[in-house]
């Protein structure tokens, strides 16, 4: 067994100017950087859609989950450790989302005002209702890409949907899973993808829309010194190619706030989405 590895991290975030959540304030992306857990994590919550803007309340108590997760699980595979907790988000914001089948339910049958039944925490929905009608509240859904370290010098990386995680080794990049996109499930099949310009970055894959762990793509590494990693959601793996990243982060290494911090300003313009990077560097 090598050495054990110090690893340091840095996030950004930037919410985007053009979207229908930014008009309301509201950042659908989360990061995590839970170093006694070892835990390094982007989301990319649904916001969005053709049936209007669904608010992301179900991703931050999945997160919490997640996290919990792991200190709830045992034994020397980081990797199933790992998978498990993202498992335990999906099922936290599967339960959300029939809680609100739930409440909805309850709210079409309620007539003139009555009080609707206490454990559906109904004065708290109907309040929100009010505060923010362009919302759909009955979506709990997320892309989410994790990092775990372990043993001191592995590192698992989960994924569900369309953020990413990048290897930096040196001057070579590698993208450690592929993500769960419409172009992806496309091009994996050896599909035409000449109609996928506009929803070519649909996500196939979502924590709280999962048919079982096993769609939870899992790998480990084993780390050297100097490794940098990329965790990121699609607003910055869209707009900059494995080749920028590289360029990128290459010359600010070994420092993770330099680049995060130079990752966000490649894609700092008008047009982009909500961007969000975590990078970790093993030392």
């Known amino acids: 067994m090598s050495p054990s590895l110090a690893f ?22 989360r990061w995590r950087i839970d170093e006694r857990r070892g835990l390094f994590l982007v989301a990319d919550a649904s916001g969005p859609t053709y049936g209007g803007y669904y608010a992301p309340f179900g991703v931050d108590p999945g997160l919490a989950a997640l996290a919990e997760a792991l200190d709830g699980e045992t034994g020397e595979d980081g990797e199933a450790r790992l998978r498990a907790a993202l498992w335990a988000a999906h099922s936290k914001m599967r339960s959300m989302e029939d809680r609100q089948a739930e409440l909805s339910k309850a709210m079409q ?28 509240f009955s979506h709990h859904a997320a892309s989410c890409t994790a990092l775990y370290t372990w043993r001191g010098d592995r590192v698992s990386v989960a994924q569900v949907g369309v953020c990413r995680a990048y290897l930096l080794r ?23 993808t000449e109609l996928l310009e506009i929803h070519g970055g649909v996500s196939t894959r979502m924590l709280g829309y999962l048919q079982g762990p096993e769609q939870i793509d899992t790998r480990t590494v084993e780390v050297e010194p100097g490794d940098c990693f990329v965790v990121c959601t699609d607003g910055l793996w869209s707009f900059l190619d494995e080749e920028r990243i590289r360029d990128i982060v290459a010359p600010k290494t070994p420092s993770p706030d330099s680049v995060a911090e130079a990752l966000l300003q490649a894609v700092n313009g008008p047009d982009g989405d909500d961007a969000t990077v975590v990078v970790v560097v093993a030392r």
């Open 170 to 192: 040196g001057h070579t990049i590698e993208r450690l899973l592929r993500d769960h996109t419409l172009r992806s499930q496309v091009e994996a099949q050896g599909g035409p």
């Open 109 to 136: 049958q309620t007539r003139g005002g009555a009080r609707l039944d206490a454990s559906l925490d109904a004065s708290d929905a109907l309040r929100d209702r009010r505060r923010w009608p362009h919302r759909v």
């Open 8 to 29: 340091h991290a840095a996030a950004r975030t930037r919410m985007s100017t053009r979207s229908f959540a930014s008009a309301h304030g509201e950042n659908d992306d």
